[in-house]
């Protein structure tokens, strides 16, 4: 298999990272995912990486507290599943830096653009985390603006669900999956599988999205060299 993109952000759900307990981190789906890392690494792709919270908090959860706290404790969250995956990536011989929106340098680098682009060049993988290091933006955001800003080639969001449908496939059994969708049809049809402002953000800069299932055989090595799997946003119809 050959790689189709040098460079991308690959954006992991937390709720995937938890598997069918739902809660936490699933050391089986961590090491299903990091041998796909490993792999995709060693195929000579930079890789970052920007993982979600919400296997443990997402800040729907304190309705009655100020978004402002309930979005904090949510990077902190990020922290964790970071320095997990870390550990994780980093028993398989693979050198990699976490690097936080918010300081906290006793564990973490603070994100620096430069630093990071350093990073690649020397090998490593990094892990973004901390959202934008702002309330009132998801890591999907994150995930969008980090993108932009390295450059890359395709932002991969891999999450728990295996695709884009046009209502909700849990609830919905004759959901319709769409295989692509430009970034306008985010926007147009109301279709909530990615945040608004990071779309925008990726259609403005011109980087494509595919977002597919984490749970699925080999879906992110497949993803990078370009098989068709989940669902393909892009500019063009």
């Known amino acids: 298999m050959e790689p189709k993109y040098k460079r991308i952000v690959l954006k992991i759900s937390g709720e995937a990272l938890a598997g069918d307990q739902k809660f936490g981190l699933s050391e089986e789906v961590i090491a299903k995912v990091v041998d796909q890392i490993v792999q995709v690494h060693n195929m000579g792709v930079q890789i970052a990486l920007v993982i979600g919270a919400g296997n443990f908090w997402r800040g729907r ?28 990536i980093e028993q398989r011989g693979i050198p990699v830096r976490v690097q936080t929106a918010l300081n906290m340098i006793s564990v973490a680098e603070p994100y620096v653009l430069r630093k990071a682009l350093h990073h690649f060049e ?3 993988i990094v892990i973004m985390a901390c959202g934008t290091g702002n309330p009132y933006c998801t890591t999907d955001t994150a995930a969008a603006q980090r993108a932009c800003e390295i450059h890359a080639d395709i932002l991969l969001m891999a999450k728990n669900v295996d695709g884009i449908y046009d ?3 849990n609830v919905n059994p004759n959901a319709k999956k769409y295989d692509h969708l430009t970034f306008g049809d985010i926007v147009n049809k109301g279709l909530k599988a990615m945040d608004i402002t990071a779309a925008t953000m990726c ?8 977002a597919f299932a984490l749970n699925e055989k ?15 946003i892009s500019d063009d119809e």
Do not use: F, Y
């Open 61 to 88: 959860q304190g309705a009655k507290m100020d978004r402002s706290v309930a979005d904090h404790m949510g990077m902190l969250a990020t922290v964790m599943n970071s320095l997990a995956m870390m550990d994780a």
């Open 122 to 124: 020397e090998g490593r």
């Open 167 to 169: 209502s909700d496939p």
């Open 203 to 210: 259609m403005e800069n011109h980087v494509p999205v595919l």
């Open 218 to 232: 080999d879906a992110v090595l497949r993803a990078v060299c370009g098989e068709k799997i989940g669902t393909l």
